[in-house]
Every structure is written in structure tokens, then in C-alpha cells.
């Protein structure tokens, strides 16, 4: 139990595929839609970096929290 990543099947319109968080608990996906990075990183590896960085269970935090830590570490994954 805890927070999972799920990854999309289907690509985008740019070919990529997508991965979302979701609570394995509840069943309820929630954050940020994750994308394969510029340099290539899958979303899967991408989602897992951002749950690492963040240290604390995401699902404690108000949807404009985890939408500030979001943008937080793409500027700290951009700067890498």
C-alpha cells in the first residue's frame, strides 16, 4: 500500500508515453501528469525521481502544495 506510478499504455501526440501517481489504497490517481523527459528519461523513471527528491507521502499534501513541490523539482531537474 502506498503511492504507485502508473504508466499509460498509448503514447501521446509526440509518441511518448505518460505516467500518473495514484494512491494504491484508494485506487485514485492524482499530481502531475509525467512525460518522458527532454533528454529521453521514460515518465515511469521521471515519476519516481519526483517521489524521491520529494520525501514526504505526496498524499498528505493540498493539490496547490504538490503542484508548488512539482514545479519546484522540474526547475531542480532542469538545472541537473
Keep these: 500500500m502506498g503511492v504507485r506510478v502508473?504508466?499509460?499504455?498509448?503514447?501521446?501526440?509526440?509518441?511518448?508515453?505518460e505516467a500518473?501517481?495514484?494512491c494504491s489504497t484508494t485506487g485514485w490517481g492524482f499530481g502531475p501528469?509525467?512525460?518522458?523527459?527532454e533528454d529521453g528519461t521514460p515518465a515511469?523513471?521521471?515519476a519516481y525521481a519526483f517521489l524521491k527528491w520529494l520525501i514526504v507521502d505526496p498524499r498528505g499534501l493540498k493539490d496547490a502544495e504538490?503542484?508548488?513541490t512539482?514545479?519546484?523539482w522540474l526547475a531542480v531537474e532542469r538545472s541537473a
Design 6 to 17: 502508473l504508466v499509460g499504455t498509448e503514447a501521446d501526440a509526440r509518441g511518448r508515453k
Design 20 to 22: 500518473l501517481l495514484y
Design 33 to 37: 501528469l509525467f512525460s518522458e523527459g
Design 44 to 46: 515511469l523513471d521521471r
Design 66 to 68: 504538490l503542484e508548488r
Design 70 to 72: 512539482y514545479l519546484e
